[in-house]
């Protein structure tokens, strides 16, 4: 079970937590779409996924109290399927779902996502929904003893044949939609919620890969939240093809120089269709949706310039969380340099060659064309000379086009504090 055709290349595009958290609406969703389509398609950038809550009735109303209401109101069918919210999601009325939605994106030349909890409704438990195909209802699929400690919404679903038929009925209607991408939260690792659980979402990661196979749609499914387990490597790799490796990421620098050593430690494991995730960008204009003023990315240019510079180097997927409509010059140039993201792809492979409190140093070889990188990075707090010794005699840096300063067969570079320096050797 191996869904590497549906990702040969690590998946780009926005996803709309970062700024309105739980309370996007389909106006919002399309005006950002429209954005990706206009000024980042030809550079890559494709997805565009509604995150959490897209259900909920309310989301956000109790924002004082609660980030996810405790048993709120939730839209769902005869069959314990969640459905979006036709307050917030006008076209979704009258049982179409995201199907109108995702017309639009696939429309733009743009591929729809969406974010789903593991485990099926408390709300369908508690009323002994039917599932679709088993004369099983929901009561005896769930798990009232798996649960997820920062949302309320979901119990676990059992290892049966009821569970599969309720996972394939979802990914049925999903599929039916024209869902791209699934982002499913709670399943990457449950150890931060579930006492002594371990890795008790395995099963439903193979639930949810089994039924994408069974319906025939490539759909390209992430696992969130982290850290992943390095462990568990190899199970990641068999049915996912993105997989957390930080809890959630912001723009605070503390949470960016750990991500040196999150990648050190699965650097190894990048394959075409297999991307460990360095979760998403905090760039641009962020946090409209979470009950208080919005604000730009604190993430200072050079911190930006160093953190997209380890996410294309190192092969992360890229998705943006900034609000688009509001999308600075400034913001766009990451976005667009062609010669840093040239690094993504999964033929260049990456590895960091050492590492310190106060530096890092990267390389990588794309093993089909022969393009070889070293990046050079000041984790310190003040300016500093980073270098490192290369067999390379000349090179261009990527951000500035300076040519690269080689001298006794070392490339080095002066640079501001968490800054950056990325060359194209030869």
Same mark, same amino acid.
């Given at each position: 079970?191996?869904?590497?055709?549906?990702?040969?290349?690590?998946?780009?595009?926005?996803?709309?937590?970062?700024?309105?958290?739980?309370?996007?609406?389909?106006?919002?969703?399309?005006?950002?779409?429209?954005?990706?389509?206009?000024?980042?398609?030809?550079?890559?950038?494709?997805? @565009? @996924?509604?995150?959490?809550?897209? !259900?909920?009735?309310? &989301?956000? $109303?109790?924002?004082? *109290? +609660?980030? %996810?209401?405790?048993?709120?109101?939730?839209?769902?069918?005869? !069959?314990?399927?969640?459905?979006?919210?036709? #307050?917030?999601?006008?076209?979704?009325?009258?049982?179409?779902?995201?199907?109108?939605?995702?017309? %639009?994106?696939?429309?733009?030349?743009?591929?729809?996502?969406?974010?789903?909890?593991?485990?099926? &409704?408390?709300?369908?438990?508690?009323?002994?929904?039917?599932?679709?195909?088993?004369?099983?209802?929901?009561?005896?699929?769930? /798990?009232?003893? $798996? @649960?997820?400690?920062?949302?309320?919404?979901?119990?676990?679903?059992?290892?049966?044949?009821?569970?599969?038929? !309720? %996972?394939?009925?979802?990914?049925?209607?999903?599929?039916?939609?024209?869902?791209?991408?699934?982002?499913?939260? /709670?399943?990457?690792?449950?150890?931060?919620?579930?006492?002594?659980?371990?890795?008790?979402?395995?099963?439903?990661?193979?639930?949810?890969?089994?039924?994408?196979?069974?319906?025939?749609?490539?759909?390209?499914?992430?696992?969130?939240?982290? &850290?992943?387990?390095?462990?568990? #490597?190899?199970?990641?790799?068999?049915?996912?093809?993105?997989?957390?490796?930080?809890?959630?990421?912001?723009?605070?620098?503390?949470?960016? *120089?750990?991500? +040196?050593?999150?990648?050190?430690?699965?650097?190894?494991?990048?394959?075409?269709?297999? !991307?460990?995730?360095? /979760?998403?960008?905090?760039?641009?204009?962020?946090?409209?949706?979470?009950? *208080?003023?919005?604000?730009?990315?604190? +993430?200072?240019?050079?911190?930006?310039?160093?953190?997209?510079?380890?996410?294309?180097? +190192?092969? $992360?997927?890229?998705?943006?969380?900034?609000?688009?409509?509001?999308?600075?010059?400034?913001?766009?140039?990451?976005?667009?340099?062609?010669?840093?993201?040239?690094?993504?792809? &999964? /033929?260049?492979?990456?590895?960091?060659?050492?590492? $310190?409190?106060?530096?890092?140093?990267?390389?990588?070889?794309? @093993?089909?064309?022969?393009?070889?990188?070293?990046?050079?990075?000041?984790?310190?707090?003040?300016?500093?000379?980073?270098?490192?010794?290369?067999?390379?005699?000349?090179?261009?840096?990527?951000?500035?086009?300076?040519?690269?300063?080689?001298?006794?067969?070392?490339?080095?570079?002066?640079?501001?504090?968490?800054?950056?320096?990325? %060359? *194209?050797?030869?």
């Amino acid at each position: 079970m191996h869904k590497n055709t549906f990702a040969p290349t690590p998946p780009m595009g926005w996803n709309s937590y970062d700024y309105y958290d739980t309370t996007v609406n389909e106006e919002q969703v399309r005006a950002n779409a429209r954005v990706l389509a206009e000024k980042l398609i030809p550079f890559g950038w494709e997805y @565009v @996924v509604v995150d959490i809550e897209w !259900y909920a009735h309310d &989301p956000g $109303s109790m924002r004082d *109290k +609660f980030q %996810y209401i405790p048993f709120g109101a939730v839209e769902m069918d005869e !069959y314990a399927r969640l459905l979006p919210d036709p #307050a917030r999601f006008p076209s979704s009325a009258n049982g179409q779902g995201f199907a109108p939605l995702a017309q %639009y994106i696939h429309s733009l030349g743009l591929k729809f996502g969406i974010h789903i909890m593991r485990g099926i &409704p408390r709300a369908a438990a508690h009323a002994h929904a039917k599932i679709l195909g088993v004369d099983v209802t929901a009561d005896m699929v769930a /798990d009232p003893s $798996s @649960v997820c400690r920062w949302n309320p919404d979901m119990y676990g679903v059992r290892d049966s044949a009821a569970g599969q038929a !309720y %996972y394939d009925s979802i990914i049925g209607l999903y599929a039916s939609w024209g869902v791209d991408f699934i982002k499913c939260d /709670d399943i990457c690792n449950t150890n931060n919620w579930v006492p002594g659980g371990g890795y008790d979402g395995r099963h439903e990661i193979e639930m949810l890969a089994k039924a994408i196979e069974k319906h025939g749609r490539p759909i390209v499914l992430s696992l969130s939240p982290g &850290p992943a387990l390095i462990e568990k #490597a190899w199970h990641y790799k068999q049915y996912a093809n993105m997989w957390r490796i930080t809890d959630d990421f912001w723009d605070d620098w503390k949470l960016l *120089k750990a991500m +040196f050593y999150r990648c050190e430690l699965w650097q190894d494991h990048i394959e075409a269709g297999c !991307y460990p995730d360095c /979760d998403m960008l905090p760039l641009g204009i962020l946090g409209g949706g979470f009950g *208080k003023d919005e604000w730009n990315s604190h +993430f200072t240019r050079e911190e930006q310039r160093t953190m997209m510079t380890l996410w294309c180097l +190192f092969g $992360s997927p890229l998705m943006l969380g900034a609000e688009l409509t509001k999308l600075d010059d400034w913001t766009l140039s990451l976005l667009t340099n062609r010669d840093i993201l040239a690094m993504l792809t &999964p /033929d260049c492979r990456p590895r960091q060659i050492c590492r $310190s409190e106060s530096e890092s140093v990267w390389t990588a070889e794309n @093993v089909k064309e022969g393009t070889a990188y070293l990046a050079l990075f000041n984790l310190s707090d003040g300016e500093k000379r980073v270098g490192t010794q290369t067999r390379y005699t000349a090179g261009t840096e990527l951000w500035t086009g300076a040519v690269a300063r080689i001298e006794n067969g070392e490339l080095s570079a002066t640079l501001p504090a968490h800054a950056c320096a990325v %060359y *194209k050797m030869w």
